[in-house]
C-alpha cells in the first residue's frame, strides 16, 4: 500500500487537534479548533521542513482514514477524532 502524501493547500492538522506541546511562537501549544500561527493563507505549513515544527506535527502522517478525500472531510474526521480522544 503506498502512503498518502499531504494534499496541497488543506491544513486541516493544522487547525483540528489540539497540541500540547509547544510550537514556535504558541508556547502554550494551541486548542483544538485553533489555527496554528504557521498555517499560511493558502493552508500550508511554514515550518513543515523546519527542525522546530513539533515532534507530534511531523509525526503525523496523512492517510485516508484521517484526510479522506478532500480538505472538508479532513475537517471534519480530524475534528473527530480529537472529540473522539479527549
Known sequence: MAVMQCRPSCGACCIAPSISSPIPGMPNG???GEHCIH???DWKCNIFNDASRPKVCADFQA???FCGNNRDVALINLTNLESDTK
Open 30 to 32: 494551541k486548542a483544538a
Open 39 to 41: 498555517l499560511s493563507l
Open 63 to 65: 492517510d485516508d482514514v
